[in-house]
């Protein structure tokens, strides 16, 4: 019987990393994608369907202050691929739990964007083993939402000499 894969969440910034060809991030990125897209891989990459919504636009564009048709059409292209990405709806259930991590960080004297907060729900929902980002404020939620938050990363092979 196959091992169940690893749900992975991917935040939108690590969408943008990958648009924007950050090149310090780029071969884990790929890595994780391949893996994913693998009917052998060992993972399975999700995100909130907000993310198409987030990732509009490259940096590059943005800094030039011209968009790219060929720019759109790639991140058109993230989210056809159902094989290596699968997206998820909101619904409301994500908008209570989403809120309920906003209200438990003010508790604690902490902020949170409603995005980001949607995004942390979407994959406490999802029971993900890990969410990827590489927004750091993030990272002190990781005790509150019951799965490790981090930035992206591949273990990589020993070699036994």
Same mark, same amino acid.
């Given at each position: 019987?196959?091992?169940?894969?690893?749900?992975?969440?991917?935040?939108?910034?690590?969408?943008?990393?990958?648009?924007?060809?950050?090149?310090?991030?780029?071969?884990?990125?790929?890595?994780?994608?391949?893996?994913?897209?693998?009917?052998?891989?060992?993972?399975?990459?999700?995100?909130?369907?907000?993310?198409?919504?987030?990732?509009?636009?490259?940096?590059?564009?943005? !800094?030039?202050?011209? $968009?790219?048709?060929?720019?759109?059409? *790639?991140?058109? &292209?993230?989210? #056809?691929?159902?094989?290596? +990405?699968?997206?998820?709806?909101?619904?409301?259930?994500?908008?209570?739990?989403?809120?309920?991590?906003?209200?438990?960080?003010?508790?604690?004297?902490?902020?949170?964007?409603?995005? !980001?907060?949607?995004? $942390?729900?979407?994959?406490?929902?999802? *029971?993900?083993? &890990?969410?990827? #980002?590489?927004?750091?404020? +993030?990272?002190?939620?990781?005790?509150?939402?019951?799965?490790?938050?981090?930035?992206?990363?591949?273990?990589?092979?020993?070699?036994?000499?």
């Amino acid at each position: 019987m196959p091992s169940q894969r690893q749900r992975i969440y991917w935040d939108a910034n690590v969408w943008l990393s990958y648009i924007n060809g950050e090149a310090s991030r780029l071969p884990v990125l790929d890595a994780l994608l391949a893996d994913s897209s693998s009917p052998k891989g060992n993972i399975e990459i999700y995100t909130s369907e907000m993310s198409e919504v987030e990732v509009a636009f490259a940096k590059f564009e943005q !800094d030039n202050k011209a $968009l790219d048709p060929d720019i759109e059409k *790639q991140i058109d &292209e993230l989210w #056809t691929d159902r094989d290596t +990405l699968k997206t998820v709806e909101y619904h409301h259930a994500i908008g209570i739990e989403a809120r309920a991590i906003i209200r438990l960080g003010i508790d604690k004297g902490w902020q949170l964007k409603p995005l !980001d907060a949607i995004h $942390l729900a979407t994959a406490r929902r999802l *029971q993900v083993a &890990e969410f990827h #980002t590489y927004d750091k404020r +993030l990272l002190k939620y990781s005790n509150d939402v019951g799965f490790v938050i981090t930035e992206p990363y591949v273990i990589q092979p020993r070699f036994i000499s």
